[in-house]
């Protein structure tokens, strides 16, 4: 059983065979006696009559309840509506038990009270169903067959036993004969700590059992860590509040003491990476408790270094499809790592720390695995895998983090704000099972007394379904003229808002606020290249850089032009590419400039042409600006040209071995690049314009050769990447239609389409056409399935993710717009 709440689907099975038909009283035997230790799960119920209705008005249960609810009006027309009368005043245990790796199987205790056996054994056998008995233990075993399914019962003093399973009644009998045995007596320590009001009812967990029903082999190392540092038995009291079920108590602990300390605040979180799927954070006041919470042996001088917190995640590779775990510190600000700090390229150093080693391992097995990181202010984050680290990078840069999610957002807010461990599953993700009804998990605890307060919340998928309004635009801004090209989203450095760059066809551009209100505007010729955002003079504050067929231009936030710009054509052809290079993150740019006749140029920042490219001249033009990787410390300028030879060249313009590589296909597609923890595993996939796919790795060899499925015969082949390098899609056209897999759309004017796609998670991907002849654009799904509601634009349009909202801004005529749409 591997979903939410699994013990709810049989809170009623017992008093739809254990309370019938008279009303109830409580004996002077407490029926805890007959629960096992061994159970797995136990749910302690006063008034089940009441607490079911309240479950049943409380919708993250409600889909759970329809097939029971069906059973519950059947068995109360069975009774003449009468069963109210028989479930109040009452008490119900439902104790879960692990039989296998998959399945929970329940035995149901409660008081008998005035209930007539004989009444229920007449109602059975009306039904032409037989009764057998038989004796364990000197107590009599009821078993009946009905509908094929066996039902085993049992009255000991005044307590009736229910199950589906003879094996459960048969250890009930034995444990209200042998105190030691029982639940209670053994986990004494969680009645008394029971100091919480209660609401719907008691609920008693044995996480270990619960962890082996996950099953989860993907992420096994994680499941070890999370049961290592989690008390393997609880109490909570119950409280349903709409979309959140509530669970607090205790954790009862081993024999191992800690100092005295204190919950703390997580400043970890709010840095998650965008597609983190499970977190954990481990924080103390206490330097000795910090590291019996990791189950690690204090580590020498690292409270010197380092805050008393670290973070754990497991996120989604968007590149390979892969888990990877990322291990997040926080540097203490007196601190100096330049020194040991080992830069590899772009922002990725390599962790030569062993006694980080030590405690980043989440196993007991020693591991010498490389490690890198990056710096992200006070922290730094941990990773086997550079391409996990390039993403997170990436996105971070965009301001796309994990709490920036509405229903991470939503429900980070109802979590404590300070523990000393915290579990966040994304739960549907992390175990695989994309049917549960639960969305998000929390579990945190807090010392108290050397006791662990536990509380543990659980949100409801419904609560996150992505519908979309109607087209609702929130911002305009009018233009002198008809607007050409599409809008540019940049980041301001005064507080990290977008804002805009666009231009009309007069060529004035125009720099807009977040608010969509002018900054400034300039005459000049029209934009040819991508608008990249630098820091020029290395102060934190942003310019941007882009070029025209004859000039380069560089203005910052003011309008100001930067000096020495705008930079003269150094060729005599037209600049037909341009691209920005930042080898070490240094802010010692390189301008890369592709021109009509093949040449390529390397300018520094101030424009001074460099030595080895001034210019490089190839035997055709380029499918794009050259694209610049570093890996192991080398730095690897990638060049595609359109006749279909790729080049692989070093700084100073020399060819990488194994290349060129000519395919003898012609390509008008750009470059994808997964980068990975070598050359040899770094690849470059090229497709041509006829459908064939190449993989090729920086060593020159290509691991891979595939034609595409030509759907009709003069097909053409195009693959569109994501913005941020994240996936990309392959699809192909002919006169008539697109063609993704086996879905077709039609068009009757393909020449005059756009084609862009974007990724922004898991569950929302966009496959977006404009139509520049009827001015609109619609947003499709993989399946060619249409996403949104289709807008009026003529340009391409670009998208984020920001602020709980899909923005979208677009273009027509001289007015461009955004377009809110709430999640």
Same mark, same amino acid.
């Given at each position: 059983m591997k979903t939410r709440i699994v013990f709810f689907i049989f809170i009623l099975l017992a008093s739809f065979y254990t309370f019938n038909h008279f009303k109830f009283k409580k004996s002077n035997h407490n029926i805890w006696d007959l629960v096992s230790s061994k159970s797995s799960i136990i749910l302690e119920l006063d008034d089940p009559f009441i607490q079911y209705n309240k479950m049943l008005k409380s919708s993250i249960i409600e889909k759970s309840f329809t097939e029971i609810k069906n059973d519950f009006d059947a068995f109360n027309l069975f009774l003449n509506n009468n069963i109210e009368s028989f479930l109040n005043s009452n008490k119900i245990i439902i104790s879960y038990f692990k039989l296998s790796d998959s399945k929970l199987e329940p035995i149901y205790t409660s008081y008998k009270g005035a209930l007539d056996i004989d009444f229920i054994f007449k109602k059975i056998k009306e039904s032409g169903v037989g009764i057998k008995e038989r004796k364990f233990n000197n107590q009599i075993i009821y078993e009946s067959i009905i509908k094929d399914k066996n039902y085993t019962f049992s009255i000991i003093d005044n307590i009736?036993?229910?199950?589906?399973?003879?094996?459960?009644?048969?250890?009930?009998?034995?444990?209200?004969?042998?105190?030691?045995?029982?639940?209670?007596?053994?986990?004494?320590?969680?009645?008394?700590?029971?100091?919480?009001?209660?609401?719907?009812?008691?609920?008693?967990?044995?996480?270990?059992?619960?962890?082996?029903?996950?099953? &989860?082999?993907?992420?096994?190392?994680?499941?070890?860590?999370?049961?290592?540092?989690?008390?393997?038995?609880?109490?909570?009291?119950?409280?349903?509040?709409?979309?959140?079920?509530?669970?607090?108590?205790?954790?009862?602990?081993?024999?191992?003491?800690?100092? #005295?300390?204190?919950?703390?605040?997580?400043?970890?979180?709010?840095?998650?990476?965008?597609?983190? &799927?499970?977190?954990? !954070?481990?924080?103390?006041?206490?330097?000795?408790?910090?590291f019996k919470f990791n189950k690690k042996n204090i580590i020498e001088k690292f409270s010197k270094n380092y805050k008393l917190e670290i973070g754990r995640a497991i996120i989604e590779n968007s590149k390979s499809n892969k888990y990877d775990e990322i291990v997040i510190l926080k540097r203490k600000p007196s601190s100096d790592f330049q020194k040991t700090d080992s830069l590899l390229y772009d922002g990725i150093f390599k962790l030569d720390d062993q006694e980080l080693n030590e405690i980043i391992n989440n196993t007991d097995k020693q591991d010498n695995r490389e490690k890198f990181f990056i710096k992200i202010e006070d922290y730094i984050l941990i990773s086997e895998q550079i391409s996990s680290l390039i993403e997170i990078e990436y996105?971070?840069?965009?301001?796309?983090?994990?709490?920036? @999610?509405?229903?991470?957002?939503?429900?980070?807010?109802?979590?404590?704000?300070?523990?000393?461990?915290?579990?966040?599953?994304?739960?549907?993700?992390?175990?695989?099972?994309? %049917?549960?009804?639960?969305?998000?998990?929390?579990?945190?605890?807090?010392?108290?007394?050397?006791?662990?307060?536990?509380?543990l919340n659980m949100s409801n998928k419904d609560n996150v379904t992505e519908e979309f309004s109607n087209e609702n635009i929130v911002k305009e801004f009018i233009a002198k003229n008809n607007l050409i090209i599409k809008p540019k989203i940049i980041f301001s450095h005064l507080d990290n808002t977008p804002e805009v760059i666009t231009q009309d066809e007069k060529n004035n551009i125009y720099h807009l606020s977040k608010e969509f209100n002018l900054i400034w505007s300039d005459s000049i010729e029209r934009i040819n290249s991508e608008i990249y955002s630098i820091d020029y003079y290395k102060n934190n504050k942003k310019q941007?850089?882009?070029?025209?067929?004859?000039?380069?231009?560089?203005?910052?936030?003011?309008?100001?032009?930067?000096?020495?710009?705008?930079?003269?054509?150094?060729?005599?052809? %037209?600049?037909?590419?341009?691209?920005?290079?930042?080898?070490?993150?240094?802010?010692?740019?390189?301008?890369?400039?592709?021109?009509?006749?093949?040449?390529?140029?390397?300018?520094?920042?101030?424009?001074?042409?460099?030595?080895?490219?001034?210019?490089?001249?190839?035997?055709?033009?380029?499918?794009?600006?050259?694209?610049?990787?570093?890996?192991?410390?080398?730095?690897?300028?990638? &060049?595609?040209?359109?006749?279909?030879?790729?080049?692989?060249?070093?700084?100073?313009?020399?060819?990488?071995?194994?290349?060129?590589?000519?395919?003898?296909?012609?390509?008008?597609?750009?470059?994808?690049?997964?980068?990975?923890?070598?050359?040899?595993?770094?690849?470059?996939?090229?497709?041509?314009? !006829?459908?064939?796919?190449?993989?090729?790795?920086?060593?020159?060899?290509i691991v891979l050769q595939r034609d595409?499925?030509?759907?009709?015969?003069?097909? @053409?082949?195009?693959?569109?990447?994501?913005?941020?390098?994240?996936?990309?899609?392959?699809?192909?056209?002919?006169?008539?239609? &697109?063609?993704?897999?086996?879905?077709?759309?039609?068009?009757?004017?393909?020449?005059?389409?756009?084609?862009?796609?974007?990724?922004?998670?898991?569950?929302?991907?966009?496959?977006?056409?404009?139509?520049?002849?009827? @001015? #609109?654009?619609?947003?499709?799904?993989?399946?060619?399935?249409? #996403?949104?509601?289709?807008?009026?634009?003529?340009?391409?349009?670009?998208?984020?993710?920001?602020?709980?909202?899909?923005?979208?801004? @677009?273009?027509?005529?001289?007015?461009?717009?955004?377009?809110?749409?709430?999640?």
């Open positions: 009736i036993i229910l199950s589906k399973n003879s094996l459960l009644i048969e250890d009930a009998i034995r444990t209200k004969a042998n105190s030691n045995l029982q639940f209670k007596k053994n986990e004494s320590d969680l009645f008394s700590q029971v100091k919480i009001r209660k609401d719907i009812g008691n609920l008693y967990i044995n996480h270990p059992d619960i962890f082996d029903l996950l099953n &989860i082999d993907s992420k096994n190392n994680l499941i070890s860590f999370i049961q290592k540092i989690i008390p393997k038995k609880s109490f909570f009291d119950m409280k349903l509040e709409g979309q959140m079920l509530r669970l607090n108590g205790f954790s009862s602990f081993s024999s191992e003491s800690f100092n #005295k300390d204190k919950s703390r605040h997580d400043s970890i979180i709010d840095i998650l990476p965008y597609n983190t &799927i499970s977190y954990i !954070n481990i924080n103390s006041t206490n330097e000795k408790n910090f996105n971070i840069k965009k301001n796309k983090s994990w709490t920036k @999610k509405l229903n991470i957002s939503k429900f980070k807010n109802q979590m404590n704000e300070s523990h000393n461990i915290s579990v966040v599953l994304d739960y549907s993700r992390f175990t695989n099972n994309y %049917n549960s009804k639960i969305n998000l998990v929390s579990f945190q605890m807090s010392l108290i007394d050397n006791k662990l307060y536990t509380s941007i850089l882009f070029s025209s067929k004859n000039k380069i231009y560089s203005y910052d936030r003011k309008g100001n032009p930067l000096t020495g710009f705008p930079i003269k054509n150094p060729s005599e052809s %037209n600049i037909e590419h341009l691209n920005v290079i930042d080898y070490d993150k240094s802010k010692r740019y390189r301008i890369i400039t592709s021109h009509d006749n093949g040449e390529i140029y390397f300018l520094d920042k101030s424009g001074r042409k460099l030595d080895g490219w001034s210019p490089m001249k190839m035997e055709d033009q380029l499918v794009q600006e050259p694209l610049h990787v570093r890996v192991r410390g080398k730095d690897y300028i990638i &060049i595609l040209l359109k006749n279909g030879t790729i080049y692989l060249k070093n700084r100073k313009g020399s060819d990488y071995p194994g290349f060129p590589i000519k395919t003898n296909n012609d390509f008008t597609n750009k470059i994808r690049i997964n980068i990975s923890n070598s050359p040899k595993n770094s690849v470059i996939e090229l497709l041509s314009d !006829n459908g064939t796919l190449y993989k090729i790795n920086l060593n020159g060899k595409q499925f030509r759907p009709e015969k003069y097909s @053409k082949f195009k693959m569109i990447e994501d913005p941020s390098g994240k996936s990309n899609l392959i699809f192909s056209y002919d006169k008539s239609y &697109i063609y993704v897999y086996d879905k077709r759309l039609s068009f009757d004017n393909i020449n005059d389409l756009k084609f862009q796609y974007y990724d922004l998670n898991k569950n929302t991907k966009y496959f977006i056409i404009t139509d520049q002849r009827t @001015k #609109k654009t619609i947003f499709l799904d993989k399946d060619l399935s249409y #996403k949104l509601k289709s807008v009026d634009n003529e340009n391409k349009i670009s998208l984020i993710d920001y602020n709980k909202s899909i923005n979208i801004y @677009k273009s027509i005529n001289n007015i461009i717009s955004m377009i809110e749409i709430k999640k």
